[in-house]
């Protein structure tokens, strides 16, 4: 997309949808960036996402922030710092220390201000102040690159967890300052970007829009040959095969065998998707000496002659995730396509033939996988998913059901309202959509409010087996809205764990609690796309429907009916 007016016509022609996702974002800035709107609105289009967007008062930012209401919203912020001043670009350098500190002082305090009213937002994005638009040209730093790093620095010591931050610096880099900077525009109205510099800003901060909508990826499924190797294996042979870093032949892809290392790191599920023998690809695995991507990275390899479609399906469905939430890479311009007609929730990317083109768009790689908070638990998915496989295969060898259950040794162990699980709590509402009732995404910030709140209660869970430990992996927050009355404001479980009955247990002790406080217990259940298999969750454990529409079903449980199933005494509970 060339120019605005493009994007203006390929936004205009966009079918008319009814989004899964919506975001409510309000820009917030002290220059004119009007012309973003058509750009949000387009990219959050075409991932699904209807982001209705409004601005604040310009160069009102402090204010703003107190003054509206923040509650649940996106906050974008351009707070740029030639403009903090008029012409501070061409002034700064002829001010006297006492002039500039003042300057700075001011800064800090509508920063200060601005950060305590942000608690409230679900997520805010914010651009670290840069001075590169009117400083490239110089040999020598002057006090505007001084005075943007050290505000960068206040910044990163008192901003709040829930902001993310932008280096604006990157979309100068990627398309040039011509391509970029609108120097007459800024003159005459304060506009300074031009469309290389939104169409770059995008692709860096529409991930974050991805993941407060719970759009984050899980799995990367990686083909073989000419991916992580140069060559193929088939054809060229073992001894044959390029992927020694020293070398310029293999250096690409041994470069795609660590960022895919470095995505598992993370918590990023790596399997192997390739149409080969599957010997010949063990050998490789077990005995290749330039190879760092190691077996033990791999949550599981699908290395045959079916359909890679095919192999993903049935992936998802062994490691119980869905099959959208799988990013697939493979050189083959015939296997992309095909996996896009056939399977078009998973998100394709083409290897390029160009080997340096390959290794650059590498980068690209972990912007799928972005997630709002990292927690410990992230370091532990490999192996908890090789024990659901373990799982799978004791069960199958179990003359029922229930006897696999009891042979399980199932241990809940429940935290209430643990400051400590603040990151994982928040984690788990941006992530989960299987078994997620009612699907709202919250920030540790809005997590932190609950756990300190007199008005709810948030009840997490872990749970191990004979298998392993699976982790913290449920979350049952709880809201007391008058003397009487609580709301089931959010109820979630990882898919990590799903047919284990758990949350049966762990739901009669969180009812037994609630029912401490209040006498009546509400509840919802919103339908989505991807949580069908929860819609008769509440009615299954005694909730009455009292309202019932084609999106919601709203459900009520009275103090004197609840009861305790005690159906799962084959699960030891404790509490932390």
């Keep these: 997309m060339n120019s605005y007016l493009e994007l203006l016509k390929a936004k205009a022609n966009l079918e008319p949808t009814d989004y899964p996702h919506t975001i409510e974002l309000l820009i917030l800035n002290n220059i004119t960036t009007n012309p973003i709107k058509h750009y949000l609105e387009y990219n959050c289009a075409i991932n699904h996402i209807n982001v209705q967007v409004s601005f604040g008062d310009y160069d009102n930012i ?46 800090q305090a509508e920063l200060q201000l601005t950060f305590s009213a942000l608690s409230k ?11 590169l638009p009117f400083t490239y040209l110089q040999t020598q730093s002057g006090e505007l690159e001084k005075l943007a790093a050290r505000l960068n620095q206040f910044c990163e010591q008192q901003a709040p967890k829930a902001v993310k931050w932008v280096n604006t610096d990157k979309c100068l880099v990627q398309s040039g300052i011509e391509n970029t900077i609108d120097y007459k525009g800024y003159l005459k109205n304060k506009l300074l970007y031009k469309h290389g510099f939104y169409i770059n800003y995008m692709q860096l901060v529409q991930p974050y829009f991805n993941a407060v909508t719970g759009q ?53 599920l790596l399997a192997l998707a390739s149409k080969n023998n599957a010997k010949d690809v063990d050998n490789v ?9 190691k077996p033990k990275a791999l949550v599981a390899k699908k290395v045959n002659w079916e359909p890679k479609g095919e192999n993903l399906k049935q992936l998802a469905n ?19 396509q095909l996996m896009r007609d056939q399977v078009p929730s998973v998100e394709t990317i ?47 060898k179990s003359q029922s059901f229930e006897d696999f259950l009891k042979s399980l040794d199932l241990e809940l162990t429940i935290y209430k309202n643990d400051k400590q699980l603040i990151p ?23 997590i932190e409010q609950f756990v300190t709140s007199e008005a709810y209660d948030c009840f997490a869970f872990g749970v191990k087996d004979k298998f392993g430990d699976s982790g913290v ?51 919802t259940y919103k339908v989505t796309k991807k949580n069908a298999q929860v819609a008769d969750f509440y009615s299954k454990i005694g909730f009455e429907i009292v309202e019932q529409s084609e999106t919601m079903v709203l459900y009520s449980m009275k103090k004197a009916t609840f009861a305790a199933a005690n159906a799962y005494n084959y699960i030891t509970l404790h509490y932390a």
């Design 216 to 268: 984050v990826k899980k799995l990367l499924a990686l083909d073989c040959d000419n991916t992580l190797w140069k060559g193929i294996l088939g054809e060229d042979g073992f001894d044959h095969i390029a992927m020694d870093e020293n070398t310029y032949k293999g250096q690409a892809f041994a470069a795609a065998q660590y960022r895919a290392m470095a995505l598992g790191k993370k918590g990023v």
């Design 424 to 446: 994982r709590m928040a984690q788990m509402t941006q992530k989960t959509n299987q078994f997620n009732l009612t699907t709202p995404r919250y920030t540790e910030a809005q």
């Design 62 to 107: 402090s204010q703003n922030a107190q003054d509206f209401d923040l509650n649940n919203k996106v906050v974008l912020i351009f707070w740029e710092l030639a403009n903090c001043l008029h012409g501070l670009e061409y002034k700064i350098d002829s001010f006297d220390a006492a002039h500039i500190n003042a300057l700075e002082q001011k800064i």
């Design 473 to 523: 992996t449920g979350l049952c927050i709880i809201n007391y809205t008058d003397e009487n009355t609580a709301i089931i404001d959010t109820l979630l479980m990882s898919c990590r764990i799903l047919g284990r009955t758990v949350e049966y247990r762990f739901l009669d002790e969180v009812l037994a609690q609630a029912f401490t406080k209040a006498a009546h217990l509400n509840a």
């Design 350 to 396: 083409q290897v390029p033939k160009n080997a340096v083109h390959y290794y650059k768009e590498q980068q690209q790689w972990a912007n799928y996988f972005v997630q709002l908070n990292e927690s410990q638990e992230d370091a532990k998915k490999l192996d908890q998913y090789k024990q659901n496989v373990e799982r799978a295969s004791a069960e199958g």
């Design 285 to 293: 695995l077990e005995s290749h000496t330039e190879l760092s991507l």
């Design 121 to 131: 937002a679900s997520l805010v994005i914010m651009n670290r102040f840069t001075a």
């Design 318 to 336: 062994e490691l119980n995730i869905g099959v959208d939430s799988f990013v697939f890479i493979d050189d083959s311009d015939f296997e992309v």
